[in-house]
């Protein structure tokens, strides 16, 4: 079920930017003990839909839209559209963990091997200012954790997951802050942005 149908002619190109929160599928209908994009206080029009998605245990910058041109123009990895992330990881990251996942890992990708295209990764010294999680992460009281920014031009299924468990540092926590440079800025978690079309194609870097 889609939510609250409003009036907007259909025609219209709308653009919108949310923070989706922990626990939430990045579609309308309901699945299972999961909320949905339904249970977002805000009337969408019947046409918007979510481009590309962030798993129910992933938070963060999620775009909707009715331009069914963005998926293409957007998604497709010739393109390189850069997604960033903030990433806590179990254990003390290291230099030589950020370099594997420069170069490329090896992760399971729908049951073959696969090799990551490069991509830049940073720890972070300090803890990022993000909304609480929902419920919080739980946390091993004898194993440290780290923060880290990693920067990926493609999307595979729970990519930056698979990413850091093969450097041995499990996720506990993840949350995309951008796509290109349309960021979540200082949204909370459920907030919804409308976008102007022009401030949407100037910053996620689409010709459309």
Known sequence: MHPHPVTEKFCMKLYFKIYKPYGMLSQFTPEGNNKSLAD????????????????????????LTNDTRVNSLLLDPTRKHLRTYLVQVEGNFSTEAAMKLESGVTISVAGKKYITKPCKVRRLTHIPDLPDRNPPVRYRKTVSDSWIEISLAEGKNRQVRKMTAACGFPTLRLVRIKIEELSLESMQPCEVKQIPASDFFKKTKIHA
């Open 40 to 63: 977002l206080d805000y009337a969408f029009p019947r046409d918007v839909y979510p481009v590309g998605r962030l798993d129910a245990d992933s938070e963060g910058l999620l775009i």
